[in-house]
Antibody, heavy 120, light 105 residues
């Protein structure tokens, strides 16, 4: 079955870091970039960046530069998004999403989402 | 910037719904639409402004180019009441609209 399965909800204190995982299955892992998109409560979608599972190359939105790291483990077909220096503004549902192979930045498969709550 | 209107649209089941999305710059036809049910991940409905994604019912249609785009649902079913987002992928970074909530009238 073609799917992306994410890790479970997490609660972190301000200043801490969080790592969210995204397990791919049912397709060739290295053929599709994985992007990360977040959604704060009651808000719209905010794109964070991508990782190329083939070679580990990444690109991040400037807003998150220096604070985010996207990595992958090809042996278990899983990508990770780590966000450091958390504040309450980082409370959101984080989604991984599979980019289509045409190279256009839209997404045909999404993970179920991971709620990250930042609270003291 | 992608601006969606209206923010909330109230329509009766069986009627037609028309959702709009305006881009602040020309994005040609590099626009996708997503549907999001409460508590669920977004689902791709349309890409390249007017191409339906796999498995999407043909009551969904998309149109537009340049800066003005429309998603039309011809005869609303109960499962269509959700939030809809447009996205442009012509420029970097690609951006999403803030969404239109389609609710039962």
């Amino acid at each position: 079955q073609v799917q992306l399965v994410q890790s479970g909800a997490d609660v972190r204190k301000p200043g801490a870091s969080v790592r969210v995982s995204c397990k791919s299955s049912g397709y060739t892992f290295t053929r599709h970039y994985i992007h990360w998109v977040r959604q704060a409560p009651g808000q719209g979608l905010e794109w964070m960046g991508w990782i190329n599972p083939r070679n580990g190359g990444t690109d991040y939105v400037q807003k998150f530069q220096g604070r985010v790291a996207m990595t992958r483990d090809t042996s278990i077909e899983t990508t990770y998004m780590e966000l450091r220096g958390l504040t309450s503004d980082d409370t959101a549902v984080y989604y991984c999403a599979r980019m289509v192979t045409s190279g256009d930045y839209f997404f045909d498969l999404w993970g179920q989402g991971t709620l990250v709550t930042v609270s003291s | 910037v992608m601006t969606q209107s209206p923010a909330t649209l109230s329509v009766s089941p069986g009627e037609r719904a028309t959702l709009s999305c305006r881009a602040s710059q020309i994005v040609h036809t590099n626009v996708a639409w997503y549907q999001q049910q409460p508590g669920q991940a977004p689902r791709l409905l349309m890409y390249d402004a007017s191409t339906g994604a796999t498995g999407i019912p043909d009551r969904f249609s998309g149109s537009g180019s340049g800066t003005e785009f429309t998603l039309t649902i011809s005869s609303l079913q109960s499962e269509d009441f959700a939030v809809y987002f447009c996205q442009q992928y012509n420029g970097w970074p690609q951006t999403f609209g803030r969404g239109t909530k389609l609710e039962i009238k």
